[in-house]
């Protein structure tokens, strides 16, 4: 049975960070990239950043480049968002992604930038 499970959102004020976690099972987690989308009220789900199976290659969406970190760490089947300079239209609901077979979401953890 596959699991994507994501932790680590929560309010924060602008200009402050945020770390989430996302852990996946079921499934060989080193053979396959991995994503982070987020779901602002009103708009459509985004891509936020990507990571090849490896960890070596990294892909951002133009609004959170230079302020977000994705990374991989295979041994323990976690990807992580390190979110900084955190503005309030960073405000969303945060989802990990598995490509794996159909493809499988987490339940999505709140992440509010507000002062």
């Given amino acids: 049975q596959v699991k994507v499970v994501e932790s680590g959102g929560g309010l ?3 200009g402050g960070s945020l770390t989430l976690s996302c852990t996946a099972s079921g499934y060989t987690f080193s ?3 991995m ?3 987020r779901e602002a009220p009103g708009k459509e789900r985004e891509l936020v950043a990507s990571i090849i199976r490896t960890g070596t290659i990294t892909n951002y969406a133009d609004s959170v ?6 990374s991989k760490d295979n041994d323990k ?3 992580i968002l390190q979110m900084n300079n955190l503005k309030p ?4 609901v945060y989802y990990c992604y598995s490509p794996f077979n159909v493809g499988y979401w987490g339940q999505g953890t709140q992440v509010t930038v507000s002062s």
Avoid: H, L, M
């Avoid at 480049?65 to 994705?70: D, P, S």
């Avoid at 239209?89 to 969303?92: F, I, K, L, M, V």
């Fill in 35 to 37: 994503s982070w989308y």
């Fill in 65 to 70: 480049k230079g302020r977000f970190i994705i």
């Fill in 77 to 79: 089947n976690t990807v």
């Fill in 31 to 33: 053979k396959y990239s």
């Fill in 12 to 14: 924060v004020q602008p």
């Fill in 89 to 92: 239209e960073d405000t969303a």
